[in-house]
């Protein structure tokens, strides 16, 4: 009598592949999960300064019509209270460097002789300088620690390029006002980035709070 054989059918590989691709993709998801933690997490440690806030304060309220004028007070103080804005925004997100700290002081030293001499101002050189100083602190913070707002920030510094060293800074009011308010506008985006981060941090703590 003949032998029959009977070929035993193979198993589906489709399944296994299938479950790879789960698993990859669970991985994935875990590892981005982790990622932003790890930012919500730094973000959480921060507040916003109380520098930065009136910063922002003074050159959204004051009068346009007080500005520009001969004594200068607006570009002086505001470039003074932008020095110590960004001074306290590095230090309060830990973003300094060798390159952030002599850019700062370099600011700073440069803010405080506009303070001592309004009228060195006449020629827009300084703030030119203070401007593009500036500019390149705040971009550095914001692509180390606010990635999701770059669109605030990516005209800074052509607006700082903009001031011309030597034509005087009455002529250019609208390119000095532009560059404050812009600076403004992204350091204002950032700082909700951060009071976001507060807020989160606040009502876990507060359903933690009510759970237990």
Request: glycine share 2%; charged share 30%; net charge negative.
């Amino acid at each position: 009598m003949a032998e029959i054989h009977i070929q035993k059918k193979k198993k589906p590989v489709w399944p296994w592949v299938i479950a790879l691709i789960l698993i990859i993709v669970v991985i994935l998801l875990l590892v981005d999960n982790g990622e932003q933690r790890v930012i919500d997490s730094d973000l959480a440690k921060t507040e916003v300064p109380e520098e930065v806030t009136d910063y922002i304060k003074y050159v959204r309220q004051t009068d346009p019509e007080e500005k520009m004028d001969q004594s200068h007070e607006y570009s002086s103080q505001s470039i003074l209270k932008l020095a110590s804005a960004l001074d306290a925004l590095v230090n309060e997100t830990n973003s300094e460097t060798a390159e952030i700290k002599e850019k700062k002081e370099q600011l700073k030293q440069t803010a405080q002789n506009i303070q001592k001499d309004p009228q060195s101002l006449a020629h827009a050189d300084s703030l030119r300088s203070a401007f593009e100083l500036a500019s390149d602190i705040i971009v550095a913070v914001q692509e180390e620690h606010f990635p999701e707002v770059s669109n605030e920030v990516q005209n800074l510094k052509s607006t700082a390029r903009a001031v011309d060293p030597n034509t005087p800074a009455l002529k250019q009011g609208t390119q000095i006002i532009d560059f404050f308010e812009e600076a403004a506008f992204a350091l204002d985006a950032m700082t909700q980035k951060m009071s976001v981060s507060e807020a989160k941090i606040g009502k876990t703590k507060k359903r933690r709070k009510n759970e237990n």
